[in-house]
T-cell receptor, first 113, second 115 residues
Framework: DQQVKQNSPSLSVQEGRISILNCDYT??????FLWYKKYPAEGPTFLIS?????DKNEDGRFTVFLNKSAKHLSLHIVPSQPGDSAVYFC????????????FGTGTRLTIIP | NAGVMQNPRHLVRRRGQEARLRCSPV?????VYWYRQLPEEGLKFMVY????????ESGMPKERFSAEFPKEGPSILRIQQVVRGDSAAYFC?????????????FGQGTRLTVV
């Protein structure tokens, strides 16, 4: 029962272009969403989050968009840099982020120089 | 990220042995979460602890697994009588307050291999 889905296991993007990572969820109780970046042999690092009362949140090169009606969110990275190559996990929580995280299976992003 | 210390980084156990995974949270953090990542999967929640209390253990298998976060010392995830299916990466995260997911730092994980 995968409540948070990342349907693209991998994505390759040219350096300087936009990377778009997608995430879908099924649980209507989720109201807080987070993106994590993970390098091999390291723990996940928090990137950016969004509450269900917003539809967009921006932090530097990273923007997260939330479409509640479609139960879909996306992470945009622009411009993409070689250091962005990592596995990206989408995560969701309820009670405005005060509950445990439910993670997607991750998307491996490779930035091509 | 570097503030949460997990040890050991790698742990090999034979079937039937016990595995003890330790997590020292960021100084001043009183909330600890444990997650497990099976190969090719995302992280799955196991347990959420506050000092001396288990807040949510809904993700913990009912048997063989236990967790504690004593008043003094690290949080311990204990797996008794390990089986092959317990082989995974176990991550600990700590936060300074209840539900502080955006302020939670993850450790580098313990990779458990059961042979």
């Amino acid at each position: 029962d995968q409540q948070v889905k990342q349907n693209s296991p991998s994505l390759s993007v040219q350096e300087g272009r936009i990377s778009i990572l997608n995430c879908d969820y099924t649980n209507s109780m989720f109201d807080y969403f987070l993106w994590y970046k993970k390098y091999p042999a390291e723990g996940p690092t928090f990137l950016i989050s969004i509450s269900s009362i917003k539809d967009k949140n921006e932090d530097g090169r990273f923007t997260v968009f939330l479409n509640k009606s479609a139960k879909h969110l996306s992470l945009h990275i622009v411009p993409s840099q070689p250091g962005d190559s990592a596995v990206y996990f989408c995560a969701a929580s309820s009670n405005f982020g005060n509950e445990k995280l439910t993670f997607g299976t991750g998307t491996r992003l490779t930035i091509i120089p | 990220n570097a503030g949460v210390m997990q040890n050991p980084r790698h742990l090999v156990r034979r079937r039937g042995q016990e595995a003890r995974l330790r997590c020292s949270p960021v100084k001043g953090h009183s909330h600890v979460y444990w997650y497990r990542q099976l190969p090719e999967e995302g992280l799955k929640f196991m347990v959420y602890l506050q000092k001396e209390n288990i807040i949510d253990e809904s993700g913990m298998p009912k048997e063989r697994f236990s967790a504690e976060f004593p008043k003094e010392g690290p949080s311990i995830l204990r797996i008794q009588q390990v089986v092959r299916g317990d082989s995974a990466a176990y991550f600990c995260a700590s936060s300074p307050r209840f539900g502080g997911n955006t302020e939670a730092f993850f450790g580098q994980g313990t990779r458990l291999t059961v042979v």
